[in-house]
C-alpha cells in the first residue's frame, strides 16, 4: 500500500513538469535539427555555428533521452519486484501450504503496469525514446521540406 501512494503521489506531481520538458526540448531539438539542414545548403558561414548547433542537438536529446530512460524504468522494476513476489510466495506456499497468501499473491499479479504519463497524453516507457527520436527526425525533415517548396 505504501508503494502504491507513493507511486500515485509521484504520477501526480510529476506529470505536467516532465511533459512539459521534452516537449520543450523536442521543440529546441528540432529548431535545431532544422537549422542544420537549412543552413548548411543557404549559408556560407555556417561551419563555426555547427559546433554549437551540434552541442545544442546532444543536450536537447539527451535530457529527453534520459527523463524517458529513467520514468521508464520504474515499470521495469516493478515487474521485476513482482517476480520476485511471487517467488518467494509460491516457495512458501508449497512449503508451509498456507491459502491465505494466495489473495495476496493474486491481488498483486492481478494489478495493471504502473506507467508514469505525461498529462496522461504520452506514456513514459524505454520504448518511448525510440519513438520520440523518430518522430523528431520525421517532422524535422517534413517541416524543412515544406519550408523550401514555399
Not at 511471487?86 to 506507467?115: M, N, W
Request: proline share 3%.
Amino acid at each position: 500500500m505504501k508503494i502504491n501512494s507513493s507511486l500515485d503521489d509521484i504520477r501526480g506531481v510529476f506529470s505536467v513538469p516532465s511533459f512539459l520538458i521534452i516537449v520543450t526540448e523536442f521543440l529546441s531539438c528540432s529548431h535545431m535539427f532544422g537549422y542544420i539542414i537549412i543552413s548548411g545548403k543557404h549559408n556560407a558561414y555556417f561551419r563555426p555555428a555547427i559546433v554549437v548547433v551540434t552541442i545544442n542537438v546532444i543536450a536537447s536529446c539527451s535530457s529527453t533521452i534520459g527523463t524517458l530512460w529513467m520514468a521508464g524504468g520504474i515499470p521495469v522494476a516493478l515487474n521485476r519486484l513482482k517476480e520476485s513476489f511471487y517467488r518467494k510466495a509460491h516457495s512458501r506456499y508449497i512449503s508451509h501450504q498456507v491459502s491465505e497468501e494466495l489473495h495476496t499473491k493474486r491481488e498483486l499479479l492481478e494489478k495493471p503496469d504502473f506507467v508514469l504519463s505525461g498529462c496522461d497524453l504520452m506514456s513514459y516507457r524505454r520504448s518511448s525514446i525510440l519513438v520520440v527520436l523518430g518522430t523528431l527526425f520525421t517532422y524535422s525533415v517534413l517541416v524543412v521540406q515544406a519550408s523550401w517548396e514555399v
